[in-house]
Nanobody
Framework: QVQLVESGGGLVQPGGSLRLSCVAS????????MGWYRQTPGKERELVAR???????EYVDSVKGRFTISRDNSMNTVYLQMSSLKPEDTAVYYC??????????WGQGTQVTVSS
């Protein structure tokens, strides 16, 4: 059974930092391209950051220089370190795992709210 479990969301003031974690089932972590997406009400889910098939990283322009995606293979965990947070970063953040063009998995989401 494939599971992605996110944690680390919460309320933070503008300019603050948060680190999101996603623990994945061992069965997929080693072979999946992992990433983070986010979604706000009324908008489509958008890519925030991800590891590509070749192990490089990609970021949406709005978070470049502020967010960092990383992974700990020994813990089957992918992280999203978010710094210099802005109110427009407020969203539900989802962990994503892609094992093939036809196999995409999602976590349950974790709420990030940036507000003073």
């Amino acid at each position: 059974q494939v599971q992605l479990v996110e944690s680390g969301g919460g309320l933070v003031q503008p300019g603050g930092s948060l680190r999101l974690s996603c623990v994945a089932s061992r069965s997929i972590f080693s072979r999946a391209a992992m990433g983070w997406y986010r979604q706000t009400p009324g908008k489509e889910r958008e890519l925030v950051a991800r590891f590509t098939t070749y192990g490089s990283t990609e970021y949406v322009d709005s978070v470049k220089g502020r967010f960092t995606i990383s992974r700990d293979n020994s813990m089957n965990t992918v992280y999203l370190q978010m710094s210099s947070l802005k109110p427009e970063d407020t969203a539900v953040y989802y962990c994503n795992a892609v094992t093939s063009p036809m196999s995409t998995y999602w976590g349950q989401g974790t709420q990030v709210t940036v507000s003073s």
